[in-house]
């Protein structure tokens, strides 16, 4: 896993390749980076004859951060159960669409990770139905292409276990429905955008899947609904109502996680960003994060 690194910048140049890994596997931006810097310290923590012995520091830093995201990812239905409402993994923006916290003089590591379909909200939805062997297994084999025989030494199982943990993993991801293309999806969310605005419930119905499903994140920290809303006139009717209930709310059209997505920001503070899938030309699902602390990327 890696390339071979031994000078101080070859080992801080992992980091990038770390946080997508460790993103990839929690869903969370903090919990990557705090992963990442842990990895680093056992990293230096290490006598410095034994880290001249290790040929490939790039393969141990990986190794490394994917067992502390596999012990976060098995205390991490625990914490959920006493999440206040849904739990969602923190959206991402992509950076060339806002002015963001460039000029605060620090790297956000939401800035190093690649935005393309493996960190679309539909895909980090799927995977977090998943064990955590089986999504430890699937990313890195399916998204970041190592071979068995090094998930193994992660996973601590046979090559041959964890080629079965990605199976079983790859038929969760089958059984999802295919992205439409990102062109298809902007249009769709425009639609959405401009019925929202003008408080158009019959356009909005029209635009979603009368089987429809709305999850909302807030943490606890912001009013939102706590459990799914359930159908497509029942969305409508929600969207509308919050429209209502927020004036002077903006509603951009902005990527998120590398798709079409609607961020709302009043004064200027992001307060709420959307994602949605889209199958057939209408909206199937909609997962919205309101919690201030998962919006900290936004600016």
Known sequence: MGTVATSADG??????????????LLGSVTEAEDAVQDAYARWYGL????????RSPGAWLTTVTSRICLDLLGSARARRERYVGAWLPEPLPDRGEWDLAASAGHADPADQIVLDESVSMAFLVVLESMTPAERVAFVLHEVFRYPFAEIAGVLGRTPAACKQL?????????GAPA??????????VRH???????????ALVALLNPAAVMTADGGGMVGTALHPVEGGARIAQYMVA?????PGLELLQRTVNGVP???????????????????????????????????????
């Open 179 to 188: 992205a439409v293309p990102a062109t298809g999806q902007a249009d769709v």
């Open 11 to 24: 080992i801080a140049g992992e980091r990038r390749q770390l946080i997508n890994v460790a993103y990839r």
């Open 192 to 202: 959405v955008k401009e019925a929202w605005e003008t408080r158009d419930i019959a």
């Open 47 to 54: 006598p410095r004859s034994r880290r001249e012995e290790i």
């Open 166 to 174: 990605a199976a079983s993993a790859r038929r969760r991801v089958t």
């Open 242 to 246: 919050v429209a209502e209930w927020a």
């Open 261 to 299: 997505g609607l961020v709302a920001r009043r004064a200027g503070v992001v307060e709420t960003v959307a994602s949605f899938e889209v199958v057939d030309g209408r909206v199937s699902r909609i997962w919205v994060v309101r919690n201030p602390e998962k919006l900290r990327p936004w600016g």
